[in-house]
C-alpha cells in the first residue's frame, strides 16, 4: 500500500496516547536464565536508534524506531503497532529523536511525515505484519540518514543469527541493549530471549553483525507480554515488497 499521509500534528487524546502506550509494551526473557540487557553505551552505530514521542523529544514516548538506508535518506523502521492500530487509529504529532539520552538529543529530532503498512495489518492488526516503515521530514534541510546513518535492511537470512537489539523503555531516559541469538517462534514469526524490554521498546531493531535489521519488537503479542522474551515479523519477502512501496 502507498505511504499514509499523517494528519498536521495535534494534541493526542489521553484515551488513545494511554491506549497506545499500553499496546506498545514489549519484552526479552525465557525459561533457561537468558541474559539481561544492560545500559547500552554510546556509539555512532547506536545513534541511528532513537525514541518515537509525541510532539517532541520530551513529549509521551510511543515506541523504539531506527534509521535504515533509503534512497531519500528519510526511512525509519519501527512496528505498525507503534504508529496505528484499530483501537486509537493513527498517533498524531510524532517526532523521532535519535541518539536520545538523558534529556539530550544530540542531532535534534525528526517529524514523522508519512508511514506504509501493509493493508493486512490496516485493515485486521495482523500480527504478521506488524511491521512499519515510517519517512520523516528534514530537520534544518537535513535528512536523517545524513546526520546519523542508515542500516540496511536485511531479509530472507531465517532464524539462529546473533543480533543486538537496542531499545528505550519508557521508565528510563537511557537506551538498552542485549546481544542474543534469535529463534523460530512460528513459520512467519521469530524471537529471542533477554529480559528488561518493556513499555517503550517495541519497534527496536534487531541488528545482525553486518549491520543489516533484521527484525524489529513486535508482531506476536505486539512483541510480548512478559519482558523476558520478544518477538519480531520474521523479515521475509513480505517486508522487501513493504519496504519498496515505502521507497518507491
Not at 22 to 47: F, M
Not at 127 to 154: H, I, K, W
Request: glycine share 14%; aromatic share 6%; hydrophobic share 30%.
Amino acid at each position: 500500500m502507498a505511504p499514509r499521509p499523517v494528519p498536521a500534528p495535534r494534541a493526542a487524546g489521553a484515551t488513545a496516547l494511554a491506549a497506545l502506550l499500553l499496546a506498545s509494551g514489549t519484552a526479552c526473557g525465557g525459561s533457561d536464565a537468558p541474559p539481561n540487557a544492560e545500559i547500552a553505551q554510546q556509539s555512532p552505530a547506536r545513534d541511528r536508534i532513537g525514541t518515537l514521542s509525541v510532539h517532541g523529544p520530551q513529549g509521551s514516548r510511543a515506541c523504539t524506531a531506527s534509521v535504515v538506508h533509503s534512497p531519500g535518506h528519510n526511512l525509519l523502521v519501527t512496528a505498525a503497532h507503534c504508529v496505528q492500530n484499530q483501537r486509537v487509529g493513527l498517533l498524531d504529532g510524532l517526532v523521532f529523536t535519535p541518539g536520545y539520552r538523558n534529556g539530550y538529543s544530540p542531532y535534534g529530532s525528526w517529524q514523522v511525515e508519512s508511514i506504509t503498512v501493509d493493508p493486512r495489518w490496516a485493515s485486521d492488526d495482523d500480527p504478521d505484519y506488524d511491521v512499519a516503515f515510517v519517512t520523516v521530514s528534514p530537520a534544518d534541510g537535513r535528512q536523517v540518514e545524513d546526520a546519523v546513518g542508515g542500516n540496511p535492511l536485511g531479509t530472507g537470512r531465517g532464524v539462529g543469527l546473533a543480533v543486538s537489539v537496542t531499545g528505550y523503555p519508557n521508565e528510563s531516559d537511557e537506551p538498552i541493549t542485549c546481544s542474543v541469538r534469535t529463534s523460530s517462534q512460528s513459520a512467519t514469526q521469530a524471537r529471542f530471549d533477554c529480559g528488561g524490554y518493556t513499555d517503550g521498546t517495541s519497534g527496536s531493531p534487531w541488528v545482525a553483525g553486518d549491520g543489516a535489521v533484521v527484525g524489529v519488537i513486535g508482531g506476536y503479542q505486539e512483541g510480548g507480554e512478559t519482558p523476558g522474551t520478544s518477538y519480531s515479523v520474521a523479515f521475509d519477502q513480505r517486508i522487501s515488497d513493504l519496504y519498496r512501496r515505502a521507497t518507491t
